[in-house]
């Protein structure tokens, strides 16, 4: 069983950048999905909503994800994550997410129509929230 999951809407931004600083730090162990995926298998390079300002402020920092795969949520995928942190807005979730047990909500604005300033804060605030889940975790496992 992976560890975490991260959810948004298109599985373009903020699920695909808590995915790439998650695996950073802790290889292997997080994936990305979207409640709402035009093109499941298609590369985050090639949404049709403009990932430009997405890609670049992520390559700022590194890896690239423009040639990650998106992902369709799916009831199933719930099953296989320790944890799911859901960060698509509610009116896009489909009725199998409850928040609750191991499925938790972050409240974080999906950065597509911002200016490169406000994408920036974002995925500042994303990273922010990551490495907060990683070090309880270290936390716990030193604890163990």
Known sequence: MKE???VC????GRSQWAESIYNNAR????ESAGTSV????GFVGDWVGGPDLIIHVQNEEGPNIARNRRKQLTEDMLQKFGRVVVMAQPETW???IQIGGHIDQWEINDPVNMTIGEVRLTRTLVKSKVEELINGLVELEAQA
């Open 4 to 6: 975490i999951l991260f």
């Open 38 to 41: 035009d093109e499941p298998d």
């Open 9 to 12: 809407v298109n599985n373009v």
């Open 94 to 96: 489909p009725n199998f």
């Open 27 to 30: 290889p292997g162990q997080a």
